[in-house]
């Protein structure tokens, strides 16, 4: 690996967050409309506000937002603020800053969806090779159709059917929500628990619904290694069928899939926002959608630019660890 | 379905008698079930949007024509929904949305990226070198966040068309991409070099000889096309940023999960889209399976 590839990385990189900060500028001053007078129409029409006088509250607000300069400037002073990670403050919870309300609910997301994604690539990865593997019992196979079914239908789908199923008729789950309702967030063994009983239905709609892609790419892989040469001797040598298995041709047939699960760690902000809203769980997705109900222009832009970045670096790390994982790869 | 009948003329190439054609094409389809059924799905999907307006009044898609919240019965074969929408109407005005939402998608990234795909793969040099940067560098924008962005910002006045162009906005690379490489190994083969050297014009060949050859895989990038544009237009309805006032399958997604349908008990409100949904999309990736095995010839026995 040479130093040329790893500053065009590292450069490309910086071009694809800058792309996505300016797009988060530009967007919304193209869109018709005027968010601060939309706003405050808004809460006018909501508490019967007076009328007058809104002419001047619009020309304050867009001074104190900086929306009277010229838009080169504005351009500079945003593109400053977003190195900072300033992304302004939520219109619905004003005192608030935007990056704290992301920050408040990235745990929750990046923990159901590490686990989840995990989860998944090991289930599916077994699951995958054992379907793939000449000796294996016959009735894996008939897995394969209702987990092919499974990946091909959006995958927060499932979550409402598993509601449905789990939470409301059979009563086993809590229906929403990350925790119980009334209880603080707390290091304790009961709020372990709890937390971990809510997240169950979510991570299992999201596990059910990944499994398959990751059952697909390695079972492509294993047959092609099965044809290797290497994999006849340890057959020829008399090795026992289980070593063949595990060392020979997984081991072999993995690389790809522990790239791509390097790349899907990468997609644990954005992965499943959808599933989020469905079970009112506490993160990302569910501010997001929040901010969407409510108009809040300055979450929806520091999300996104937050899950930009993440997968931005995740594709960087991948990039540039590759080489050093797999030698025949020379760049 | 048409687009396999075309695939499938490219395919026999065509000798003079048709019976033999025929024959050809029916044991050729007999071999490809993948593809026979996903068509046959989608032809039924086609049906029940065609056909359904004539039996059911389509008016009752809108809010407040019928009485709200009621299970599945006689009247109602699908039930309603809160607002008084007869759900069996909504899955008949709401389908074709859908699919008119996917098509758009599907037309516009197919035109785009075919357009850059023949540029970039045909002429190589710089011009292939920017097109493919661009290509890349968008393939690893996140498409679901940035059309967020997109769909936030005109959220108040998006229509059906319009969804459909803002999500093609970001459909385009992967079939540019996949275009480019089949022209690059298209552009190599004896018969072009040929007509090369007979003195054909450029854009006669990318016309009478690269395009011919290039059609199995349009066909299969336009349905997976369509298929990634219909499902990010349900994602992007889902969190709430599609149409306001036409019932898509998306759009009810999100009205059902906005009043709580799981919650309050009302499965029949999410079992109308969710299953619409899923038949649309196996019998999308059956056909684009099928469409696959047509253009890689390698993948048949891989599978078989």
Known sequence: MNLKYVVQRIGLFFVVVWGAATLNFFLPRLAPGDPVRS?????????????????????????????????????????????HFDFGYSLSFFPNRALDLIMRALPWTIGLLTVTTILSFAIGTILGALIAWPRSPKILEWFLAPMLTLAAIPYYLLALILVYVFAFTLKWFPLSGGYQAGTLPQWSWGFVWD???????????????????????????????????????????????KTIFSRYALRNAMLPQVTALALSLGHVVSGALIVEVVFTYPGVGSLLYNAIQTADYFIIYGVVFMV???????????????????????? | MDLAMQVEEQLVNAPPDSGLRRRTTWKYLRRNPKLVVGALMFLGLLAFSFLGPLF???????????????????????????????????????????????????????????????????????????????CDILLTVPGLVVLITVAASIKGSISVQTMGLVVAALAWMWPARTIRSQVLSLRERAYIQMAKLS?????????????????????????GSVSAAILASIGLEALGLGPQSE??????????ITYNAVIRGLWWWIVMPIALIIILFLSLFLMSAGLDEIANPRLRKADA
């Open chain 2, 247 to 256: 019932p898509t399958l998306g759009m009810t997604i999100y009205w059902s």
């Open chain 1, 39 to 83: 706003r405050l129409f808004a809460m006018m029409t909501q508490t019967g506000f007076q009328q007058s006088g809104v002419e001047e509250m619009v020309k304050a607000y867009q001074a104190k937002f900086g929306l009277d300069k010229p838009l080169w400037q504005q351009y500079l002073n945003y593109l400053w603020d977003t190195l």
């Open chain 1, 195 to 241: 937390v971990i009983e809510h997240s169950i239905l979510p991570a299992l709609s999201i596990i059910l619904a990944a499994i398959g892609s990751w059952a697909i790419g390695i079972r492509a892989m294993m047959v092609t290694t099965s044809g290797e040469d290497y994999m006849t001797f340890a057959e020829a040598r008399g090795l026992k069928d």
């Open chain 2, 56 to 134: 059911v009044n389509t008016d009752e898609a809108a809010p407040m024509s019928a009485m709200p919240v009621t299970a599945p019965s006689r009247e109602y074969p699908f039930g309603t929904d809160d607002q008084g929408r007869n759900l069996l109407a909504v899955a008949v005005v709401g389908l074709p949305l859908t699919l008119q939402v996917g098509l758009i998608a599907g037309v516009v990234a197919i035109l785009i990226g075919t357009i850059l795909g023949l540029t970039a793969g045909y002429l190589g040099g710089w011009v292939d070198l920017l097109i493919r940067g661009i």
């Open chain 1, 308 to 331: 930009i970045l993440t997968i931005a670096l995740a594709t960087l790390v991948v990039d540039l660890l590759y080489p050093l994982l797999d030698p025949r790869i020379r760049v």
């Open chain 2, 199 to 223: 003195g054909m014009r450029t854009p006669e060949i990318i016309f009478r000889e690269i395009m011919p050859n290039l059609l199995p895989f349009l066909a299969a990038s336009f349905v």
